[in-house]
């Protein structure tokens, strides 16, 4: 082998190292400040300057879960929280909402912040999760906001069982594993399970992983189920949101919902754009034809 060329292939590998090396600290971040195995995920906490993120998993297989601007946490910096909003133009005050997985706690508290009166209903299965957004993402339990520890779908059926009169008029589901929706989250039977606990005036607002292999067979499902199911498409990332109205909740068209974006705009004075939001509005989106219903079997 010639000096040359050992020379050539010396600073090929170092090149490669070093993109590897980029590529690992974007993804890993800056600064480790918490990290801990409970029972359920692979719990990080990292900061990159001000920013604070929240990972579930490990590696390149960690999920953003959250994200904060510590100068600014009422900021909502991942697009899919932004995206979420958009349930408002189906149901424009709700009284009392439910929320599926709190990650941070960055949607429980954007809530409560422009719907005081909302009672927020919030469950995660793993209590370490709570005690990490209590502490490093400025969430905080009580008054209008009670955090339940039980499985999503479990805490519906007791709902709906020991507590058939009590409704929610939005519903938002946000539980992952790393970056995954469980799948006993987005069957046709859990989704008809929550429709008894929906306000037929409700509306629910799931947040969905545009690159997963089960995304159309998710949206066929939602749509089997709701028979409506409107998508916003994330831009920035892998990330878009279904919302679906219940059974007596209106329809929307790009039209009616960019006036309604307008007015709601005024009304709660959102530090983020609704009307962009409504830009992200794919009304004539379908799943593929050859997706499939999601069931529990």
Known sequence: MSSQFLIFSIFVVSIAFSYILLFALRVTGDKLI???????HHIIVQEDGFKRTLRLGKGT??????RIDLRDPDDLLLEYTRLVFAALLINDSPSRVLIIGLGGGILPRAINRYIPDAEIDVVDIDPDVVKVAEKYFFFEQGGNIKVHISDGRAFIQETARNNPDKKYDMVILDAFNSNSIPRHLITKEFLRELILILYPEGVVSANVLIDNKLFHSIFKTYRKVFERCYLFMGGMAQNAVFISPGLKAPDIDRKQAEIKAESLQKLYHFNFSLISVVRQFRPRSTPKVSAKVLTDL
């Open 61 to 66: 297989n960690a999920g953003k879960q959250s």
């Open 34 to 40: 918490f990290e801990k195995k409970s029972k359920y």
